[in-house]
């Protein structure tokens, strides 16, 4: 945290999440600072961490029981410079302000890698989703967006999915804006297919990092083809992830959820991995449940108080890591560098800790880092605004083609931003500089706004 000027943190000491994050960019944006004199002396850095607006609300609704219930509303709308605000909302009883304005400022660079003209926002709830009913989430996402409805709209800021908001939240929350607005329009995105939704958004976050992964792979004149692979999470990202390293004939060995994981070692095929979405998707169940179909998988618990997690403890060749942030920490890595892994690209949001980047970077392990690896999912939400506004919609194919070469062309950027500074291979300064550099220059040309 050194590097972050002292007025930066002494305004939110406590919000450690969004300080990591801003440590992280700063690190490597340095050069850029030194070569271009005007960003410091038009005080960049203080602008582009103080988001242009951050709303905190109460969100009363009624469970299944009749009690009334008190959640905590978030959206940090963080920086519009090159476009209205767009990120996704997550739901899980660890949200707080910290981690929306870790996700905020990561979205903004992440934004700006897609080439679409996108600024950054996320925003979220403290209300955990999990053993809710149906007639429960939906009462919650209609309190929720009854706030929400007055600070978002399709020119303004277009929120999306997350941790803990998938289709059925998508839904309610979609239905209760156009009631309150009178409104149909792209205001959210991750819609359903019949009312405004974009093909391939739902696999979009997971084959994007996949895409992203094959690029860094064949730049070392390697691919998918027969590497094992292991990955977090079990949710949105985590299963798009594995259905596409199993199309480019890659293997995948284990799943989790937040109580523990599935170690497979004859692979999680394209059959096994079907029963996994109707467990979670349909079910909305366990991840340890998929032993009891496949016995010879194993399954350990996971417990919190554990300084390491033994997922990322096995013989693999790369660590895909889906699930939420902070999950691979130095003693993971030093495991997985221990256990051959040569390549960690990550699909969900800061999933490493800056001391496993470092083991990483040490030792040659090829690091993709989620603010470009994982740009798939909110690309395709550019491309389903795209088609909203244009009131068309484009085939499977179409949209998997502009996903991909998205992908591809936000590697290539990666390559080129770090090799301009000197940073041959390091993705984690060619994704910052390139997504800051856009950024910057909008801002400065847009004045003291
Ligand atoms: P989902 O809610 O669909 O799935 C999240 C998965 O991660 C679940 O398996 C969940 O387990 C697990 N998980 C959540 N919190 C924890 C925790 N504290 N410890 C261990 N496991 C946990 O979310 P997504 O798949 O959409 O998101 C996953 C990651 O990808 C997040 O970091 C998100 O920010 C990032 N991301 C998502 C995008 C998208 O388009 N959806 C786009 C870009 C990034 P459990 O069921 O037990 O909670």
Redesign the pocket.
């Not at 989790?256 to 109580?259: A, G």
């Not at 889906?322 to 942030?325: D, E, I, S, V």
């Given at each position: 945290m050194e590097n972050i000027p002292a007025n930066i943190v002494q305004r939110d000491p406590d919000q450690k999440e969004f300080l990591q994050a801003v440590s992280e960019l700063l690190e490597t944006v340095k050069p850029v600072l030194d070569r271009n004199p005007e960003y410091r002396s038009q005080a960049i850095i203080e602008r582009i961490t103080e988001p242009e607006r951050a709303i905190i609300f109460r969100v009363p609704w009624m469970d299944d029981q009749g009690r009334v219930q008190v959640n905590r509303g978030f959206r940090v709308e963080m920086n519009s410079a090159i476009g209205p605000y767009k990120g996704?909302l997550?739901f899980?009883p660890?949200v707080t302000l910290s981690i929306i304005k870790f996700?905020a400022f990561e979205q903004v660079f992440k934004n700006s890698l897609t080439t679409l003209q996108m600024g950054g926002g996320k925003g979220g709830a403290d209300f955990d989703p999990?053993g809710r009913s149906d007639a429960e989430v939906m009462r919650f996402c209609q309190a929720f967006m009854t706030e929400l409805s007055r600070h978002i709209g399709p020119n303004t800021d277009v929120p999306?999915?997350?941790?803990?908001v998938?289709a059925r939240e998508i839904g309610y929350l979609f239905g209760m804006y156009k009631k309150i607005r009178n409104e149909f329009t792209g205001v959210i995105t991750g819609k359903g297919l019949n009312w405004g939704g974009s093909l391939i958004r739902p696999q979009?976050?997971g084959y994007g990092a996949v895409y992203f992964t094959a690029e860094m792979l064949a730049e070392n004149g390697e691919s998918l083809e027969g590497k094992n692979c292991l990955l977090?999470?079990?949710?949105?990202?985590?299963q798009y992830t594995a259905e596409k390293i199993l199309h480019l004939g890659g293997r995948v060995l284990t799943l989790?959820?937040?109580?523990g994981y599935i170690y497979d070692e004859e692979g999680i095929d394209a059959e096994k991995l079907r029963h996994i979405m109707q467990l979670?998707n349909v079910r909305r169940t366990r991840i340890r449940e998929y032993c009891e179909k496949y016995s010879h998988a194993v399954y350990t618990e996971v417990s919190p108080e554990l300084d390491y997690n033994p997922l990322w403890n096995h013989k693999a060749d790369c660590a895909m890591p889906?699930?939420?942030?902070n999950?691979i920490n130095e003693q993971d890595a030093q495991h997985l560098l221990k256990n051959g892994a040569g390549l960690v690209c990550e699909?969900?949001?800061m999933?490493c800790t800056p001391d496993a980047v470092d083991i990483f970077r040490e030792n040659n392990i090829l690091y993709g880092p989620?603010k470009a690896a994982?740009a798939g999912?909110?690309a395709v939400s550019g491309l389903e605004m795209s088609q909203n506004s244009m009131r068309l919609a484009w085939s499977e194919d179409e949209v998997d083609k502009h996903l991909r070469r998205i992908m591809k062309s936000i590697h290539t950027t990666c390559i080129d931003a770090a090799q301009e500074y000197g940073l041959q291979k390091n993705y984690l300064a060619g994704a910052n500089i390139a997504g800051f550099v856009k950024v910057v220059n909008a801002m400065l040309d847009q004045g003291l706004v």
């Open positions: 996704g997550r899980h660890s996700l999990k999306a999915g997350d941790i803990g998938g979009a976050t977090s999470g079990s949710g949105n990202v985590a989790s959820d937040s109580s979670k889906c699930a939420t942030q999950e699909g969900a949001n999933p989620g994982n999912g909110v």
